[in-house]
């Protein structure tokens, strides 16, 4: 056996091994996860081959099973042609907060509507309409079936997003605190148990948050040149 094929194999024994000792929605999530780490109660995960930048991924009991409120930051910034200053970009982006409803029989039909004003902003609709009228992000929607859904733009000044574990999604606007880091943060909620299509559920929320902050991004650019 040549150096490089037990090399490859050792690295792949200690990934086993890494994974075998993660939590159950360490193991969900696998094949995104670059690396994680506890946070209160919460999993900061440092998400691998996705177009955010964090993840966490945060227990909730709901009656008689336990959901999870998963988290993904966009550090927008990094995705702009120019320099723009953290208080510019929060005072076009703050009135764009947009929460998931839902209607009809076991509240199937699902649809996005503008979030609580912010400092005094009343809500634009123009997210939550830019994401209704998105066919791909519609059709992962009714697939992942969250049982909530916010998206909303804040700054975390200079914490990591990691130190905003304990954050609920109804204060998620109040966290702008001045000058700081400009994230859009899409979080949604959902049971998840194991079986034959735990995998394939996982993937369908991993591409829901890409295809959310590829929009995102969109918008923030039109909004700004």
Not at 80 to 99: N, W
Request: charged share 30%; aromatic share 8%.
């Amino acid at each position: 056996m040549s150096t490089q094929s037990r090399t490859e194999g050792n690295e792949d024994s200690l990934k086993k091994r890494f994974f075998q000792r993660a939590p159950f929605i360490i193991r969900v999530f696998e094949k995104y996860v670059e690396s994680w780490s506890s946070v209160a109660d919460s999993l900061y995960v440092k998400p691998k081959n996705v177009k955010f930048n964090h993840l966490l991924l945060r227990p909730k009991a709901f009656l008689f099973e336990t959901k999870w409120q998963i988290t993904a930051f966009c550090e927008i910034a990094e995705h702009l042609e120019k320099d723009v200053s953290p208080e510019r970009l929060y005072e076009r982006l703050r009135g764009m907060s947009c929460v998931l409803e839902s209607k009809g029989l076991l509240g199937r039909k699902k649809y996005f509507v503008p979030g609580s004003s912010v400092d005094g902003v009343e809500a634009s609709d123009e997210l939550s309409r830019a994401l209704n009228e998105n066919r791909d992000i519609m059709k992962l929607v009714r697939s992942v079936m969250p049982d909530e859904m916010i998206i909303a733009p804040s700054s975390i000044m200079r914490e990591h997003p990691s130190k905003r574990a304990e954050t609920s999604a109804h204060d998620v606007d109040s966290l702008h605190e001045g000058p700081g880091r400009i994230v859009w943060i899409i979080r949604l909620t959902r049971g998840i148990q194991r079986g034959l299509r735990t995998s394939r559920k996982a993937d369908q929320i991993i591409e829901l948050l890409d295809k959310i902050t590829e929009l995102l991004v969109e918008k923030t650019r039109e909004l700004l040149y």
